[in-house]
């Protein structure tokens, strides 16, 4: 399985990006999807999951409110809507497939590049 995130880039605080993860190589509807995202010199950190169907989804606290997973399983892409951007949002943001809908990595299996999101202040 190849999962390709993207999307990433600089933007102000209080702007928005969209990330997008586009899947190939197993059926997209089987799994649960996820968004980590890792700053530097910390540990990976949870972000959202979405059930296979799209119906359910959690969010961390820090991003509760402010950011969207959505999923398009025609398309068999995973998306992240974030809007009111901060500063402590600068990570790389990784893409993940998984059998159980966590907010633990080791649960996910199959993982994207990481796509770097930088917010200035």
């Known amino acids: 399985v190849q999962l390709q995130a993207s999307g990433g880039g600089l933007v102000q605080a209080g702007g928005s990006l969209r990330l997008s993860c586009a899947v190939a190589g197993r059926t997209f509807s089987r799994y649960v999807m996820g968004w980590f995202r890792q700053a530097p010199g910390k540990e990976r950190e949870f972000v959202a999951s979405?059930?296979?169907?799209?119906?359910?989804?959690y969010y961390a606290d820090s991003v509760k409110g402010r950011f969207t997973i959505s999923r398009d399983n025609a398309k068999k892409t995973l998306y992240l809507q974030m809007n009111s951007l901060k500063p402590e949002d600068t990570a790389a943001y990784y893409c993940a497939q998984g059998s159980s809908q966590t907010a633990y990595p080791h649960d996910y299996d199959s993982w994207g590049q990481g796509t770097l999101v930088t917010v200035s202040s």
């Open positions: 979405i059930s296979r169907g799209g119906s359910d989804t």
